[in-house]
């Protein structure tokens, strides 16, 4: 089964093309740039740029994978949560071609889509799973115990931590996104002396709290070198994630532990997890499928339950779904 997968829920264009919701047949991501002069992303510049690089992205990889639209099964696009001007633009274009080329619509959680993810590396998903799922809106922790009961352990309570990274880099005067500049000046950065908190590490629920950083940061930018604030930082930010993960898998025991999201995609992160959580098999995507994309809506499209009729017709965008 090939189906086109599209998402556009923040600021990076994603379409591809997926067989059997593992094999990658072609992919191609639009990451917009106009944001890094904003140190942020600016929601109506956004949407305009989703439209310019919709189109000539789904005939890009159409043609690079040789397919054509009588070969597509579904056409998967992402639905929320998100930004709505910007998932409006993929979830029409979705809609239209289905119209136009007669192909089955099915719209996609983008949180549950970060999940599928795991699959384009060839993993299969063992029950039950605990993931981390940390992006730029989003860190969550989830117990999927059962595809009909998936429980959410805990979520920040003020920024995600992919945020942090990004209003921490601005800071630091790093350009946006600030989570691959901060780790990579943070390999510059010396010293082992932890000058910020890691928050909330000593409470027992399975929140998380980032915000509380920004200020800690402020205070700490006269007095360190910005590498040394990068390392800390970051090393605050993944301690925080692993010890809730780490806590959350000797509380649950999974089968399985998944790193997903953009902030996944942090080398740092990957090694404390393996570090800290060397008794459980632990899996994360290869980097381009961490951050947003196309393949991860048109896997979670193959292994999601899907009902046919008028799925184009009867929805809408929403920004505010929740797993
Ligand atoms: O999943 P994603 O592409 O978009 C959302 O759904 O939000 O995540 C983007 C976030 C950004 O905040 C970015 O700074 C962060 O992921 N990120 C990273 C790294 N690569 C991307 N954070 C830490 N280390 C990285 N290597
Ligand atoms: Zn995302």
Redesign the pocket.
């Known amino acids: 089964m090939i189906i086109l997968g599209i998402e556009t829920?923040?600021d990076?264009t994603g379409v591809a093309l997926v067989r059997d919701g593992e094999e990658v047949l072609a992919d191609a991501v639009a990451s917009q740039v106009t944001h890094e002069d904003f140190g942020g992303v600016v929601p109506e510049i956004a949407s305009r740029e989703h439209l310019q690089a919709i189109y000539p992205l789904i005939n890009q990889v159409m043609s690079e994978a040789g397919t054509q639209p009588d070969d597509l099964d579904r056409i998967a696009a992402t639905q929320g949560p998100g930004l709505v001007g910007s998932l409006l633009v993929g979830f029409t274009a979705g809609q239209t071609l289905s119209f136009l080329w007669d192909v089955p619509f099915q719209p996609i959680n983008?949180l549950i889509a970060?999940l599928y993810s795991i699959y384009l590396g060839g993993h299969e998903i063992e029950l039950p799973v605990l993931a981390l799922l940390a992006?730029?809106?989003?860190t969550q922790l989830i117990l999927i115990n059962d595809y009909s009961d998936i429980e959410l352990l805990g979520e920040t309570r003020d920024d995600a931590a992919?945020?942090a990274?990004?209003k921490i880099a601005k800071m630091l005067d790093l350009p946006y996104?600030?989570?691959?500049e901060?780790?990579r000046l943070a390999e510059k950065g010396e010293g082992t002396k932890k000058f910020l908190p890691r928050p909330m590490t000593d409470s027992d629920t399975y929140d998380f709290s980032f915000s509380g950083l920004k200020t800690a940061v402020s205070r700490a930018l006269d007095k360190y070198e910005r590498a040394e604030i990068a390392r800390e930082a970051q090393a605050a930010i993944t301690d925080s994630l692993v010890a809730k993960l780490n806590r959350a898998a000797r509380e649950f025991k999974p089968e399985q532990v998944l790193l997903v999201?953009?902030?996944a995609?942090?080398q740092r992160l990957r090694d404390e997890v393996g570090r800290e959580l060397s008794d459980f098999d632990i899996f994360y995507p290869e980097q381009k499928y961490?951050?947003?994309n196309g393949a991860m809506v048109a896997s979670a499209a193959h292994f999601l339950p899907f009902e046919k009729q008028n799925q184009w017709y009867n929805s809408d965008v929403n920004s505010t779904i929740q797993i």
């Open positions: 829920s923040c990076d983008h970060h992006s730029g809106g989003h992919g945020e990274f990004d996104p600030g989570g691959p901060i780790s999201g953009g902030v995609a942090n961490c951050t947003d």
